[in-house]
C-alpha cells in the first residue's frame, strides 16, 4: 500500500518514512500543504498522514481540498497533530479526516490505525487474508502456503495484498505501480511484469500449477487475482 506523509517536521517526517518502509509500505513525503496537495493530486494514496500546522496549506484546508476532488473519494486520511482540545479534534474529523492520533504516538499504535484504515475502506475485517490453501497477514507480513512459509520480498508481499484485496478484478500494471511503489518508480519500467514472475514462481514452488491459477494475465489490459480456485470457494478473511 502506498502512503503519503504531509508533515513539516523534517525529523518526524524522515522517521515516520523510515519505519513505514521497512513495514513494506511505499511512501512519499511532504513538508508543506501545497506540495502535500501537489503529490495527492498527481498520484494514487491508499493512506494520507496529515499534520495540521503546516506551512503554505493547513492541513484542515488541505483536508477540505482532498475530499472535495471526486478523483480522492476513497483515500484514507489520518491526521497526526499535538493539538488536543474537543473542538479541534472535531474539527480535523468534520473536514473529512478519517482518524485522528495526537502527538506524540506510539509507532505501533500508527501502523494498527493504518491497518484499521485499510480494513475500513476494502470491507475487510480482519488482517489475514485467506485463499485456497493461501493464508497472508499483513500485520506479521507472512503469507503461508498450507504450512510452509513463503520467502516473499517487500514488493512481491504488496502486489500479493493488493491483489488478493481486489479478487476478480482487472488490475493494470499502472495501477499495481501505483500502489505498491513510491514516486520514484519509473513507469515506463518493467518492474511489474519481473515481480509478478518472480511471485508466480514462489507460488508455483508448492503447486506447479498456483502461479498462473492464481494470477492471471488479462492480456492487454493487467492482472487478475483469480475468484476462485478450481473447484474451490471463493476467498475469505
Not at 503529490?39 to 496529515?50: F, M
Not at 482487472?170 to 511489474?192: G, K, M, N, Q
Amino acid at each position: 500500500m502506498r502512503i503519503l506523509i504531509v508533515e513539516d517536521e523534517e525529523d518526524l517526517s524522515r522517521a515516520l518514512a523510515k519505519g513505514l518502509k521497512r513495514e513494506g509500505y511505499a511512501v512519499d513525503c511532504a513538508l508543506d500543504g501545497l506540495t502535500g496537495w501537489e503529490l495527492a493530486d498527481t498520484n494514487e494514496y491508499d493512506v494520507i498522514l496529515l499534520d495540521i500546522n503546516l506551512p503554505e496549506l493547513d492541513g484542515i484546508s488541505l483536508c477540505q481540498r482532498i475530499r472535495r476532488s471526486s478523483h480522492h473519494h476513497d483515500v484514507c486520511i489520518l491526521m497526526l497533530t499535538a493539538r488536543s482540545h474537543p473542538d479541534e479534534v472535531e474539527e480535523g474529523l468534520d473536514s473529512g479526516a478519517d482518524d485522528y492520533l495526537r502527538k506524540p504516538f506510539v509507532f505501533n499504535e500508527l501502523l494498527a490505525r493504518i491497518r484499521a484504515l485499510l480494513r475500513r475502506r476494502s470491507s475487510v475485517k480482519s488482517t489475514v487474508l485467506r485463499f485456497d490453501r493461501l493464508t497472508l497477514d499483513s500485520k506479521t507480513k507472512e503469507v503461508w502456503f498450507e504450512n510452509e512459509l513463503l520467502p516473499l520480498t517487500k514488493k512481491e508481499f504488496g502486489l500479493l495484498e493488493y491483489l488478493m484485496l481486489h479478487p476478480g478484478e482487472v488490475i493494470s500494471s499502472e495501477r499495481l505501480l501505483e500502489h505498491v511503489w513510491d514516486i520514484h518508480a519509473d513507469p515506463f519500467s518493467s518492474t511489474v511484469r519481473v515481480h509478478i514472475n518472480s511471485l508466480r514462481k514462489k507460488l508455483s514452488l508448492h503447486d506447479p500449477a498456483a502461479g498462473e491459477t492464481y494470477i492471471q494475465t488479462v492480456q492487454g489490459h493487467g492482472y487478475r487475482w483469480a475468484p476462485r480456485a478450481a473447484g474451490e470457494k471463493e476467498a475469505t478473511t
